[in-house]
């Protein structure tokens, strides 16, 4: 899977094509138009200026106003593709923001020096607001005296994972490999390592009730990437937008393959042996996981819900506030209606929020 996505000379996210949106692969929120980014800097303005209503004030807390310049602030973005959401993250606070917007440095972490260039691109006009890190780690330095929101958009889901199968006759984990057969890819079954195992431990009581080959998806980069993030981060919010469910929701009758899929053309399908490199590969975030990581880290959670519930709250806030956004009419209507519409993009996406006052 990391070969398939991110091998410098053939994977998926190095081709230099437009694969998201209408004419591409797949569908994102920053498919959508520049609203989802706007939205999101109006949450993180908030963020800075102790605005946030969603959660009770509590002491250690103070509510910052734009005149307090001491404090540096920076918006860190992981997985930034093209650019696109950076920059209009970046266009609202420069509009409508201004004060903090000189306060401002946005990172974007960013390994591939592909993907850095593309988004060079897209960010031209921003190159004294914005700077570049290969790995997370790298900002702890600069975290440390620093206001900071950590934030991803789909990355997690695309991170690497291992498939565990059910054997239902010998009663235990295998792990599923890959192979070679006549020169095609193909299934294998390996032994399951017992630190991989050992994670469902709860949920033995169900594993009579599943069929042979039930599969499951654990994917320690992404809890290792979250572990990290939550070290580095000093003072803020660590956010991510995703999908996936909780450590409840994992065993399903209705995901007996597990939720590794691929997406092609708009089209998802279950072979995700064919073709690597020409489609993208995804798999359900383990929420579950990453707050408890997060909170052995000593961050608190603040928020998990759907994307349609973030948004909205943050758009009831921008209507208690008039003039504090910008302009609102039917071209925002029908783009706030897309992002949050359960037959669009509402239901399927998730925000996890956790913080370090």
């Not at 908030?46 to 920076?74: C, H, N, V, Y």
């Not at 897209?122 to 004294?128: M, N, W, Y």
């Not at 937008?241 to 691929?262: K, M």
């Not at 783009?335 to 669009?344: E, G």
Request: one cysteine or more.
């Amino acid at each position: 899977m990391e070969l398939a996505l991110y091998c410098p000379d053939c994977g998926f996210y190095e081709k230099e094509k437009d694969n998201v949106g209408k004419g591409g692969d797949f569908f994102t929120s920053v498919s959508v138009g520049e609203l989802f980014g706007q939205l999101l800097a109006f949450q993180f303005s908030d963020w800075f200026e102790g605005k946030d209503e969603t959660r009770p004030r509590q002491s250690g807390w103070p509510r910052r106003i734009e005149s307090e310049a001491g404090t540096p602030l920076k918006i860190v973005e992981a997985g930034a593709h093209d650019g696109r959401l950076a920059r209009d993250i970046l266009s609202w606070f420069q509009a409508q923001r201004p004060a903090v917007f000189r306060q401002l440095e946005y990172c974007v972490v960013e390994s591939s020096v592909r993907r850095q260039a593309w988004q060079q691109r897209t960010l031209s006009g921003f190159e004294k607001r914005v700077k570049w890190v290969s790995a997370i780690g790298e900002l702890k330095p600069a975290l440390e005296s620093s206001e900071a929101v950590i934030f991803s958009n789909e990355l997690l889901d695309a991170m690497p994972v291992h498939r565990l199968g059910w054997d239902a006759q010998e009663k235990k984990w295998f792990e599923w490999g890959v192979s070679s057969d006549s020169g095609k890819l193909v299934w294998s079954r390996l032994p399951a390592k017992s630190d991989h195992v050992s994670r469902f431990t709860a949920h033995e009581p169900l594993f009579d009730l599943l069929p042979d080959g039930y599969t499951v998806e654990i994917s320690p980069a992404a809890e290792k990437w979250w572990r990290t993030a939550a070290e580095v981060l000093a003072h803020g919010r660590l956010m991510t937008i995703d999908y996936g469910f909780t450590s409840d929701e994992q065993f399903s009758p209705s995901r007996i393959d597990g939720t590794l899929r691929a997406y092609r053309r708009h089209r998802v399908t279950n072979d995700i042996l064919a073709d690597p490199g020409e489609q993208d590969l995804t798999a359900h975030v383990d929420f579950s996981a990453m707050q408890l990581i997060g909170e052995a880290a000593g961050l608190r959670t603040e928020t998990f819900c759907s994307q349609t519930q973030f948004l909205t709250r943050t758009v009831e806030k921008i209507f208690k506030q008039p003039g504090s956004f910008a302009e609102w009419g039917p071209k925002q209507s029908r783009q706030l209606q897309t992002l949050t519409h359960p037959d669009h993009l509402g239901r399927a996406f998730r925000v996890l929020v956790q913080s370090r006052k």
